[in-house]
């Protein structure tokens, strides 16, 4: 009987490691740049294209449509189209926003950005400046904190105000991103992101699934997505109160400032959590302790199969701009 037992959890556990080569070999879409010209082209659309930059040894890879590649300067306000910049969720890619891509109305009014974050996707890491030699090391937080800004830089942003957008678990880097750019001309959606940390058994499993013993039997996405899991989850722990923090002191400076640019009193606002419910809207006010912040109860949306809902959601939320920097439909 005992032999049965171990048989059987072994059959089980070769099953399920299969079951996890087919899952990320069959629906984890992965776009080479030639899958894209193909896949824009039979929709008689302009493809985006990857480029790349390098941090501290880590190659980082995202799309872009380039749009202000081909727009001219606006001589009044010196500047071009805003940026779009979208961030996703642990376990996927760039290539989960092509439909953002495929949009007309955001392609018209946004300079598109789509990375791939650290371990997914063709970001990866080379070899570290310092002694820290692990993908998933201690120089990782600083990394993924200032890549959005560096990015920027490399796609030529310079007075454009961007938006950012994060979803679900990776929800909490755009505090990160938030607490590194210029506040002047930065907003932040989060949707539906986890701020509360994970039940210690789903904590246990992303270690076991991470640690060398084990990760060799597993897909390099399903491993990074774990590792991926581990450092949210102190975003979500310790340094969420140091986060948060930050990102109101930030925020604090924009609607005191007076002057031209920033008129006291005006209604200025940066960070928007966009959430599923009203449990978790009243947890979220309850975390951030601010009246700065924008919460919003909206009906749980993919937002990588429905750019539309988010375009809705940056547009309504226009209001809390500054006219200057304001979306011109």
Excluded at 59 to 78: C, F, G, M, P, W
Excluded at 80 to 109: R, T, V
Excluded at 259 to 277: E, Q
Aim: proline residues 3%; contains cysteine; hydrophobic residues 40%.
């Amino acid at each position: 009987m005992f032999k049965k037992i171990i048989f059987g959890i072994i059959a089980f556990l070769l099953v399920w490691i299969l079951f996890i080569w087919g899952k990320y070999y069959f629906f984890y879409p992965s776009y080479s740049q030639e899958d894209i010209n193909t896949i824009f082209k039979k929709e008689n659309l302009k493809a985006p294209v990857y480029d790349s930059i390098n941090i501290r040894g880590y190659s980082i890879h995202y799309l872009t449509n380039k749009a202000n590649d081909d727009v001219i300067t606006n001589q009044e306000t010196r500047k071009k189209k805003p940026y779009l910049f979208l961030i996703h969720d642990s376990g996927k890619n760039s290539g989960y926003f092509l439909d953002y891509f495929k949009n007309k109305e955001i392609n018209k009014i946004f300079h598109i950005i789509a990375v791939d974050r650290i371990g997914f996707g063709k970001s990866h890491f080379i070899k570290s400046e310092s002694e820290d030699q692990k993908e998933f090391g201690e120089d990782l937080d600083y990394v993924t904190s200032v890549m959005p800004k560096e990015i920027l830089k490399n796609e030529g942003q310079h007075l454009e105000e961007v938006r950012i957008v994060t979803n679900g678990c990776a929800g909490l880097l755009g505090l990160k991103a938030y607490n590194w750019a210029d506040l002047t001309y930065v907003k932040v959606f989060m949707f539906y992101p986890e701020t509360e940390p994970r039940f210690f058994g789903s904590i246990f499993f992303s270690k076991l699934i991470s640690s060398p013993f084990l990760s060799f039997l597993f897909p390099r996405d399903f491993v990074s997505k774990h590792q991926d899991l581990l450092l949210m989850d102190d975003s979500k722990g310790q340094g969420r109160k140091t986060l948060f923090e930050n990102a109101k002191i930030s925020e604090n400076k924009g609607i005191s400032s007076d002057g031209p640019m920033f008129p006291a009193g005006k209604g200025f606002k940066s960070i928007f959590f966009i959430v599923a419910n009203k449990k978790a809207k009243e947890q979220t006010e309850n975390i951030i302790e601010t009246n700065n912040f924008l919460v919003e109860e909206a009906d749980k949306k993919n937002i990588y199969k429905d750019p539309g809902f988010v375009l809705d959601k940056i547009l309504l939320n226009d209001f809390y701009t500054l006219d200057f920097n304001r979306i011109r439909r």
